[in-house]
């Protein structure tokens, strides 16, 4: 059974940045995809990075430039840096992961789930 931590979360002001980050265990090893979602209230989950077995990336267009995802296959830990950021990126960030190649955003691709860590961007 899979198993993601996230932290790292919290409020920060806009322009600043906040790095995530999701400690992963039961069995989870480099054949994963994993990914970073958010959610804000009365919106739906949305994809925003995610990082294929090979290390390919995909982002968001929303987060194209600001934000940057990384893995460490070794550590088991996924890792979400936030630059910049704005308002409109005040959520509940989840860590996800699913075993196949990836990179996707689509959250119907993936099967565990973290608890997700609140980021608050305030103006």
């Known amino acids: 059974e899979v198993n993601l931590v996230e932290s790292g979360g919290g409020s920060v002001q806009s322009g600043g940045s906040l790095r995530l980050s999701c400690a992963a265990s039961g069995g989870l090893n480099s054949t994963f995809c994993m990914g970073w979602f958010r959610q804000a209230p009365g919106k739906e989950r949305e994809g925003v990075a995610a990082?294929?077995?090979?290390?390919?990336?995909t982002y968001a267009d929303s987060v194209k430039g600001r934000f940057t995802i990384t893995r460490d296959n070794a550590k088991n830990t996924l890792a979400l840096l936030m630059n910049h950021l704005k308002p409109e990126d005040t959520a509940k960030y989840f860590c996800a992961a699913e075993l196949g190649a990836g990179p996707s955003l689509s959250r119907d691709d993936f099967g565990w789930w973290g608890q997700g860590t609140q980021v608050t961007v305030y103006s």
């Open positions: 990082i294929g077995t090979d290390g390919r990336t």
